[in-house]
């Protein structure tokens, strides 16, 4: 098969992986199909459980051989095995923070996973916790408490790990570079925050989260950021595509951000099969930019992590390092100016310049705290 014809398999799968009542197209698959390239497609993307799960809806005569299906099924169950274990942990340490008096907030993630047909099939992240600035320090002191040692710290949260366990503190939820979108979301917040929040069931225990259509919200501008950033991958838009069908949002204030929502929003409609009346301000005009970032979604992966050229070329030293990443991240911002000019460079001139800035500051003369934020 070609490329073209194996990246239509792919969404085929994940989109059949994604909703129980999807069934992926039999006529793409065959004798040519190229499993490989679909397998490390969705590796790429951190989606390979719902890849999997998409492909056991083929007839058997057109799912791969045995031996590869055991290969794909051993990575399989290390997801599983992964949401298992941040299951465990989340249902140990939001008690713990609210044991101490704190009201803890857990983002994406394992709240979201429970939407999911199978929530262990999400590819498991970090934990991120929503603290708020007051508690910020408190709840930094119990996770050690518990046992997760201190680690690096932005303006926005702190790292703590425990093993292979990793937790985030926020202080702050996200980026946006809009003020008076900022504005607004801060404003929703304190509307819900501390006492407002939803809760789903993790492990017998009511997890607290954001409610249903501010979460909307977050988990968009969240996924916008790093879009403009340095990359998302599907398995973030699948969040996305996942908590809008769970839900029924009718208008949001999204300023100017509202394109970059219409063409991502498309991409899910398009390539990930969400109901178009799932999704406010579906614009089918948007087919252009969708096509754009697509191409960006499928090169960047997972937060950008699997550019391999980036990744693979980028010398050591460390002002050669520097400006090998000033010259890839300028590449990829043109690709994102012809998407979406203004914000490209309100992120370009007003957020990105000065983080390296400040970043470089701490690396040579450790001045200054990294403000880089995840």
């Not at 501008?221 to 839900?247: E, P």
């Amino acid at each position: 098969m070609t490329k073209s014809q194996d990246e239509k398999a792919f969404f085929s799968l994940l989109r059949a992986g994604l909703w129980p009542n999807h069934q992926p197209d039999a006529d793409l698959f065959g004798e040519q199909t190229d499993w490989n390239e679909i397998f490390i497609l969705s590796m790429q993307q951190t989606v390979t459980g719902l890849v999997w799960d998409g492909m056991a809806k083929l007839p058997s005569e057109l799912q791969p051989p045995k031996a590869f299906k055991l290969k794909w099924y051993s990575y399989v169950l290390k997801i599983e095995q992964g949401n298992e274990q941040i299951n465990g942990s989340v249902a140990e340490i939001i008690p713990a923070y609210q044991q101490s008096g704190l009201h803890p907030v857990l983002l994406k993630g394992a709240g979201l996973a429970a939407l999911y047909p199978n929530p262990l099939h999400r590819c498991a992240g970090d934990m991120d916790i929503y603290v708020g600035e007051t508690d910020y320090d408190k709840a930094n002191r119990v996770a050690q408490s518990i046992g997760y040692k201190m680690g690096s710290e932005s303006t926005y949260h702190s790292h703590l790990d425990r093993g292979t366990m990793v937790v985030e503190n926020h202080r702050k939820m996200v980026a946006i570079f809009s003020k008076p979108l900022q504005k607004e979301f801060l404003r929703q917040l304190s509307a819900w925050y501390p006492s407002g929040a939803a809760s789903v069931q993790i492990n017998g225990v009511a997890i607290p989260v954001p409610p249903a259509q501010f979460n909307v919200l977050f988990v968009f501008l969240h996924m916008y950021k790093h879009f403009i950033q340095m990359g998302v991958g599907l398995r973030q838009l699948c969040d996305w595509a996942i908590l809008l069908n769970s839900t029924s949002v009718s208008s949001l204030e999204l300023g100017g951000c509202k394109k970059g929502w219409e063409y991502l929003g498309l991409f899910l409609v398009e390539y990930l099969g969400l109901d178009a009346e799932k999704l406010p301000y579906y614009n089918p005009a948007m087919r252009t930019e969708m096509e754009l970032a697509k191409e960006l979604i499928l090169k960047d992966g997972n937060f950008g992590f699997n550019d391999v050229e980036f990744h693979t070329k980028r010398p050591k030293s460390y002002w050669a390092g520097k400006l090998f990443s000033m010259r890839y991240q300028a590449n990829r911002w043109f690709k994102v100016l012809r998407i979406q000019p203004s914000q490209a460079m309100s992120f370009l001139l007003i957020y990105r310049i000065q983080l390296s800035i400040e970043q470089i500051v701490k690396d040579r003369f450790g001045k200054s705290k990294s403000r880089v934020s995840m």
